[in-house]
């Protein structure tokens, strides 16, 4: 028997060929690792990578090698298999629409179902199998809206897990694993030193209670005596040393730094950081990538470092401290496919000014068609303590008419009816530092004074 094993990238799964059918002992071993059949595929396939089954796909096949067929091209074959069952569906209908046509010609011209004639019980049997023949005409275009729906699905499917957007959603989401990954190795790190450096019997006690720094069972053994002091110390810092030296655990996070290779290549070259290069550029570089509370340094002119509480990722340096030039961190972040974000510009400042005529123009917030960019908003006053013990949902700030200041706005709390039916309202503080008139406020005002 021979059985092949490949891998893609593009879908994360496994997948086993095998050229006949395998022995109850080998499906078995197969299904306990989480391989399903696909009948219309001829296959065995993993929903998602896992050391264990590349461990029994190995065993299995001797290698696994690339999967030959894109995720494009499954999705196309699949399409075409669903069109086609649709085309059947259809050639159904069609036929059980000639047969229910051509019964209904027993009934042309009105002729009734003469009852108690001797034709009575064949007429009957002819308008059975003719309304028979309609309702599974009917049933069968519905199959073929229902089959052509999902080949349109799986196509819709394919396009959008390749699409730019979803694909940066995706190393978005890989990033997120890997920091998982890495964040169980600094816990590690971190338990193995704090075991390392208690040394008295209510030290370890008190340790042995803190959930994340010991087993769960260490506190309530030693309350009953089951287990010494030694014991437990030893016990934790070689359990931490296991997770630190896991062999699966590394293979976890190499497999997610290749599928992110493997999508940011997709996705386009990373563009080479040309920003400046300080110490916060650094720090949230290495935390992207799963390093533990970095602090970041500048030695010299072109020299950079950061230390971590946790050795670094292995992809990025060997130890707890990294110390390169600003060439040599741009390098590392562009192969690590990672930029930089771009500094979003500034808000507007927030002005505190009294309007001469009683109002502000701002932009508007209605999105319904027909509705006006500007609003004129009343100014209401009051102090710093009544404007601060508003709730938060109901004060904010609106951009002024000109895009050059912002305002602060509330319910306006002049307003003598319902609540609800009261508008916003800009604010002017009376007892903080009040602000020049802006030139286009100034000129806002005046064309609504020559207007009124």
Not at 139 to 147: F, I, L, S, T
Not at 188 to 195: P, Q, T, Y
Not at 303 to 323: K, N, Q, R, W
Request: aromatic fraction near 8%; charge should be neutral; charged fraction near 30%.
């Amino acid at each position: 028997m021979d059985i092949t094993a490949t891998y893609s990238p593009e879908d994360n799964k496994i997948r086993l060929y095998a050229s006949e059918r395998l022995d109850d002992e080998t499906f078995q071993r197969i299904k306990d690792a989480g391989f399903k059949w696909a009948p219309r595929q001829e296959l065995f396939v993993a929903p998602k990578w896992t050391p264990g089954r590349e461990d029994i796909a190995i065993a299995l096949a001797g290698e696994i090698e690339p999967e030959e067929m894109t995720l494009a091209e499954r999705a196309q074959a699949k399409s075409d298999r669903l069109a086609g069952i649709a085309s059947k569906r259809e050639t159904q209908a069609s036929a059980y629409h000639r047969a229910a046509d051509e019964l209904s010609r027993a009934f042309e011209n009105g002729q009734p179902i003469l009852v108690g004639h001797h034709s009575e019980r064949k007429a009957r049997k002819t308008q059975e199998k003719m309304h028979a023949n309609m309702s599974n005409a009917v049933k069968a275009m519905r199959a073929v809206d229902y089959w052509l729906y999902r080949a349109e699905s799986v196509e819709r499917h394919a396009n959008y897990k390749n699409d730019p957007r979803t694909r940066a959603r995706r190393i978005k989401t890989l990033l997120a694993e890997l920091r998982d990954l890495q964040r169980r190795i600094n816990k590690a790190h971190k338990a193995v030193d704090m075991w390392n450096k208690v040394e008295t019997p209510e030290q370890i006690k008190m340790l042995a209670g803190h959930f994340e720094m010991s087993l769960s069972n260490h506190w309530y053994d030693l309350e009953n005596g089951k287990i010494t002091h030694d014991e437990v110390k030893s016990q934790s810092i070689a359990a931490f040393e296991r997770t630190i030296n896991s062999a699966g655990l590394q293979r976890w996070i190499m497999h997610t730094l290749n599928r992110l290779a493997f999508e940011q290549e997709l996705l386009g070259a990373v563009p080479r950081y040309t920003g400046e290069m300080t110490p916060t550029v650094i720090q949230m570089f290495v935390r992207e990538h799963g390093a533990d509370k970095p602090k970041g340094a500048k030695i010299d002119d072109d020299l950079f470092s950061v230390t971590c509480e946790a050795p670094l990722p292995v992809h990025i340096a060997d130890g707890c401290t990294a110390e390169l030039s600003g060439d040599e961190w741009r390098d590392l972040m562009q192969n690590c496919g990672y930029h930089p974000p771009e500094k979003k510009p500034a808000k507007p400042h927030i002005l505190n000014f009294k309007a001469p005529n009683g109002t502000i123009q701002v932009k508007s917030r209605a999105t319904y068609r027909g509705a006006a960019e500007v609003e004129a908003l009343p100014q209401a006053e009051m102090t710093r303590a009544e404007y601060a013990a508003i709730y938060t949902d109901y004060k904010g700030t609106r951009l002024s008419s000109c895009g050059e200041f912002r305002v602060r706005i509330t319910l306006n709390p002049n307003h003598t009816g319902p609540r609800y039916q009261a508008g916003w309202a800009a604010i002017f503080i009376t007892d903080q530092k009040a602000h020049e008139m802006p030139l286009t406020a100034q000129q806002s005002a005046a064309q609504e004074a020559i207007a009124s």
